[in-house]
């Protein structure tokens, strides 16, 4: 019973999350839409290439690590302990903050001042922005590991409705601002969310709602660093599995940032290609980032809870090992299934979304081959997300280790891999060395999860395998959606174009007749553990 309320808390974090991140991409959406035609594309470059990588690092190399530990612990640990350990997060923000705000001042290209204004301003905000951001970190983990999945949810969505609303009325009153505008809507993003989970945990501790979810803390003070007696200050254990994270965190953040890195450090690209490849990554990696991800944070969580990290299957409760097995199985279908969707449209729509979001600028030139190159990245992080999901939760703290290496090793091949293909293929090249780098990654986790399970009889790699007539249903819309675009988009006129939205319309409806016939344990998976489940929460 403990799995099946593991796999339903799983699933209702992703079913909130994914409606968060719908609203995210969605409001982003359009105030990138908006702001297009207020502001230039090289500011765009700036600050959503150059400042968003000094924000994400920042906060990424802070916190990711302790993350990564401290989501695995179950609701009856020492969490005086913890939050100590957690709260190392804010002073190690600062010293990144400081460090990389001076890199980004001093060795990397000044953008033209007369272009693009305040740059050293937009430096400082956003860096601050990130260590703000890290003052809430203890409440975010208390709250994911004791279930509040709204609170995420409320958090965030106050905090982005926030920060668009500041930018479309400051791209259109003072446009002139320039940087000045994205940093202040940085920073009240950054402080609405620090204030909402601040307030509901002065609401929420001492209640009779805590008590009844048991709430390890009595107090306020509890969610303050303390001195500890006749223990120590922090959790050994726990210290020693988070140092073994932030080592692969550097290698992570270098895969996951890496072509962002190198258009910062090597100007592979100037501000304007940036803004555009940007605008366009952005585009692409929508499904991505609303459903991918939410997919692949909740499902850690339920890994990590129901399956003991570092024991191999014959010493792990069988029930927990084939529950983890099937759910395994089942996400890795649906995201499959959904990456090969976005790839086989993607190819045909590219074009005419470039144009209706962002006119000629985005859908002539490389507009459109970058995003036909992202759809085909889509499927491979799909996949990668949810086999990586699983590794980093079994792994022993020595398996962790020796990852460690590897990570390095892909590191600098992407690194090298980015560099070379950029100057070969232009932006492109960036996606294929995603490619790559992404494929080595699943062909690793794809390895481990093998070896996990030899000893076991369930085969959750089976959910890459895909039924014959759905392959063929794929193949047959890809071809329709291949010719409609060559001759009715995208300078054939409006009522060709309505046919070809109307063609691709219609095969995705039977792409998804198709999965519902052919695919039955998802359909169930999908109707049971995303779309209905217990009210009862917060």
């Known amino acids: 019973m403990r799995s099946q309320e593991m796999l339903r808390s799983a699933a209702r974090q992703t079913s909130y999350t994914a409606g968060l991140q719908v609203l995210f991409r969605v409001l982003t959406f359009v105030l990138n839409a908006y702001t297009l035609r207020y502001v230039s594309k090289e500011t765009i470059g700036v600050v959503n290439v150059r400042l968003m990588l ?76 990130a260590v703000v951001e890290l003052l809430s970190e203890p409440l975010w983990v ?27 009325v400051c791209v259109t009153v003072v446009p002139h601002w320039g940087l000045y505008v994205f940093s202040l809507a940085q920073l009240l993003y950054s402080s609405c969310l620090l204030a909402c989970y ?61 072509e962002r890195y190198v258009m910062t450090f090597l100007n592979a690209l100037n501000f304007g290609d940036q803004g555009v490849y940007d605008i366009v990554n952005n585009l692409g990696s929508l499904v991505a980032r609303f459903l991918f991800l ?28 084939s529950m983890a097995a099937t759910v395994l199985e089942m996400l890795l279908k649906l995201v499959l299934l959904i990456g090969l969707t976005i790839t086989v449209f993607g190819y045909s729509y590219s074009q005419l979304a470039l144009d209706i979001y962002g006119g000629s600028m985005l859908s002539s030139g490389l507009g459109p081959s970058l995003l036909r190159s992202y759809c085909a990245y889509v499927l491979l992080l799909a996949v990668n997300g949810v086999t990586e999901c699983f590794t980093f939760a079994a792994m022993s703290k020595e398996e962790v280790d020796r990852y460690n290496f590897m990570m390095l090793a892909l590191s600098l091949t992407f690194l090298g891999l980015s560099y070379c293909l950029t100057w070969w293929q232009g932006a492109v090249g960036f996606i ?35 039924p ?71």
């Open 432 to 466: 294929l060395a995603n490619c790559l780098n992404m494929g080595l990654r699943i062909a690793h986790s794809l390895q481990y999860i093998s070896r996990y399970f030899r000893l076991s009889e369930s085969r959750p790699l089976a959910g890459l395998q895909l």
């Open 142 to 168: 208390l709250a994911q590991v004791h279930m509040l999945v709204r609170l995420k949810m409320i958090a965030e969505s106050l905090a982005v409705a926030a920060k668009c609303i500041l930018t479309v």
């Open 294 to 321: 939410p997919i692949e944070e909740s499902f850690y969580i339920f890994f990590a809870k129901v399956l003991e990290r570092g024991k191999d299957v014959g010493h792990q409760k069988q029930e927990d090992v």
């Open 198 to 258: 601040v307030l509901y945990f002065v609401k929420f501790i001492g209640s009779q709602e805590a008590q009844r979810k048991s709430f390890p803390l009595s107090t306020v003070s509890d969610l303050l660093p303390k001195c500890l007696h006749h223990q120590p200050v922090i959790d050994p254990r726990l210290a020693t599995l988070t140092w073994s994270f932030y080592k692969q965190s550097f290698f992570k953040q270098i895969l996951t940032e890496g």
């Open 54 to 129: 000094l924000y994400s690092t920042v906060v990424f190399l802070a916190r990711e690590a302790f993350r990564k530990a401290c989501l695995n612990v179950g609701v009856d640990q020492k969490w005086a302990q913890i939050i100590n350990l957690l709260w190392l997060t804010v002073p190690l923000g600062i010293l990144w903050a400081l460090l990389l705000g001076w890199i980004w001042l001093q060795l990397v290209t000044i953008p033209d001042p007369v272009l693009i204004p305040h740059y050293e301003v937009g430096v400082v905000a956003f860096g601050v922005s």
């Open 468 to 538: 014959g007539p759905l392959l063929l249903v794929y193949l047959g819309s890809g071809t329709v959606t291949a010719l409609s675009q060559a001759t009715l988009c995208c300078e054939k006129g409006l009522m060709p174009q309505l046919v070809h939205v109307l063609l691709g319309t219609v095969c995705l409806i039977i792409v998804f007749i198709t999965v519902f016939f052919t695919e039955p344990k998802l359909v169930q998976f999908i109707r049971t553990q995303f779309l209905f489940w217990d009210k009862k929460e917060m």
